[in-house]
């Protein structure tokens, strides 16, 4: 069964720190592409960063850059995003996405495949 498990998630204060990982199994997450989507209450689902299936090109979305790092362990089989400074406007719930194209499309990938998503909470 083909499944993407994302953890790391949580209640944090402003200015704070998390790391989400994003764990594939059932299919070689290394294929392709892997990105991370965000969707905030009664907003719509986002896309925040992408990183290539070799790792070597990352892409954010202007609201994080400078803030987040994407990064991959192919032979975890594992995703990560590091999020430092993080804002009351970070709070969503986070998902990682996977497909079958090699690179990313601006700083989201071809999203084939998706997590359950974990939420993010950053408040006083």
């Known amino acids: 069964q083909l499944q993407l498990v994302e953890s790391g998630g949580g209640l944090v204060q402003p200015g704070g720190s998390l790391r989400l990982s994003c764990v594939a199994s059932?299919?070689?997450?290394?294929?392709?592409?892997v990105g991370w989507f965000r969707q905030a209450p009664g907003k719509e689902r986002e896309g925040v960063s992408c990183i290539s299936s070799g790792g070597g090109s990352t892409n954010y979305a202007d609201s994080v850059k400078g803030r987040f790092t994407i990064s991959r362990d192919n032979a975890k089989n594992t995703v990560y995003l590091q999020m430092n400074s993080l804002k009351p406007d970070d709070t969503a719930i986070y998902y990682c996405?996977?497909?079958?194209?090699?690179?990313?499309?601006?700083?989201?990938?071809?999203?084939?495949?998706w997590g359950q998503g974990t939420q993010v909470t950053v408040s006083s």
């Open positions: 059932g299919f070689t997450l290394d294929y392709g592409a």
């Open positions: 996405a996977a497909g079958r194209r090699r690179y990313c499309s601006g700083y989201v990938p071809q999203a084939d495949y």
